[in-house]
């Protein structure tokens, strides 16, 4: 499977297969999971696994989830972009998103596109 364009997400609707609950503990480096984050299936992200994707707008812990995908974490020291999936499709600015993936993006650098 080839890598996956993060760009052609933007503004589309698409369903999240849900690995790290809200409220989660990452398995290796134990910090808590402030979203839901997890996967886009069938996709093929630069470090070889699933698009992975952060999914706001949804307040417990799920299994999946869908929604719009309203921005991309351009990681520019690490080869794995993140989608932002917005599961009422409302927009977030650039400053919220930042807030919200803080908890494991404050680790790279990153720009985010939108």
Do not use: C, W
Not at 59 to 71: D, M, N, R, T, W
């Amino acid at each position: 499977m080839k890598k996956t364009n993060v760009k052609d997400f933007l503004g589309k609707e698409v369903s999240v297969k849900i690995d790290r609950k809200l409220g989660s503990r990452h398995p290796k480096h134990g910090f808590m999971y402030m979203l839901n984050y997890g996967f886009i299936p069938n996709t093929m992200s630069g470090d070889g696994e699933e698009l992975d994707a952060y999914l706001i707008g949804e307040f417990e812990p799920v299994e999946e989830g869908s929604g719009k995908v309203i921005a991309v974490i351009h990681r520019t020291n690490d080869d794995d972009d993140k989608l932002i999936v917005s599961k009422d499709g409302k927009e977030y600015s650039d400053d919220a998103i930042r807030a919200l993936t803080e908890f494991q993006e404050k680790y790279f650098e990153s720009v985010i596109i939108k």
